[in-house]
């Protein structure tokens, strides 16, 4: 994965985010969305094929590189709860 930034501003942030899809952008925008800070969150890739993925993100107020690292660390503790139930649930049988 390498992300490049497009725009950043005091509200807005905008990224390219190569070597990735839906399948970790949609999560990610999903929980943008639940915050009551965010006022847009989106992802776009131009062609599913060769296209580079862009998240594009929005807030309110507060500084939006700030709120993706507080939804990114809240999606890894979520899948890192999800992983030791599995882990534990699974050695049981």
């Known amino acids: 994965m390498e992300i490049k930034p ?13 070597g990735e899809d839906e ?19 989106e992802y776009f890739i131009d062609h599913p094929l060769i296209g580079k993925p862009k998240l594009y993100l929005k807030t309110k107020k507060e500084n939006p590189v700030e709120v993706l690292k507080k939804t990114v660390k809240s999606l890894e503790k979520d899948v890192n ?6 882990n534990e649930k699974l050695k049981k049988k």
């Open 6 to 18: 497009i725009k950043k501003t005091k509200k807005e942030l905008e990224l390219e985010i190569i």
């Open 81 to 86: 709860t999800m992983l030791k139930e599995l």
């Open 23 to 41: 399948t970790l952008l949609n999560p990610i925008k999903q929980r943008l969305l639940e915050e009551n800070e965010v006022e847009y969150a």
